[in-house]
Each structure stands twice: as structure tokens, then as C-alpha cells.
């Protein structure tokens, strides 16, 4: 859904760093229309100006790391038998 923005970010990101590292930027239509110290002011000002899911609130910072997650879970996974 917010790929055009994701690309942007990636395809711009040296750039964007020099200019934002360490902030949370808003993308939307693949520019940044604001940069904030944390995730929260982020995105409680953005949700005033745009609808949820029209823009992409992403960390600055180098690397790949940068815009990749990890989640780890303490859940484990049993074989069940299928009930039909």
C-alpha cells in the first residue's frame, strides 16, 4: 500500500540522512512533509493532516537495519490434528 513511499525512502535514503538523521519522517507522495524527534509526534501530527494509511512514518538512519524488523515471539507451534 505504501510502497511508492517505502521507495522513495530507500532509493533517497543517503540523502534523507543527511538531512534528517535520527528523526521520524512522515512520507507522503513520495516526499517528506515532516520530521519529529519520536514515532508518536510523528504520527499523532500526520494523522491531523492525513488519512490513516497515506503515509509512511519511517526512522532516518544509515544502513539497512534502518528499515528492517524483526519480531521475536516466545510462542511455539504444535502439530494439531485437523478437525474437518
Given at each position: 500500500?505504501?510502497?511508492k513511499?517505502?521507495?522513495y525512502y530507500?532509493?533517497?535514503q ?11 519522517i ?20 500526520a494523522?491531523?493532516?492525513f ?13 539497512k ?20
Amino acid at each position: 500500500m505504501l510502497e511508492k513511499e517505502f521507495k522513495y525512502y530507500k532509493d533517497h535514503q543517503n540523502e534523507l540522512i543527511e538531512k534528517y538523521d535520527g528523526k521520524f519522517i512522515v512520507i507522503r507522495c513520495e516526499r517528506v512533509v515532516g520530521a519529529y524527534d519520536t514515532e508518536l509526534e510523528a504520527y499523532n501530527t500526520a494523522k491531523k493532516e492525513f488519512e490513516i494509511g497515506s503515509f509512511l512514518i519511517q526512522r532516518c538512519s544509515p544502513g539497512k537495519n534502518s528499515y528492517t524488523q524483526r519480531f521475536h515471539s516466545r510462542v511455539t507451534f504444535r502439530n494439531q490434528p485437523v478437525i474437518r
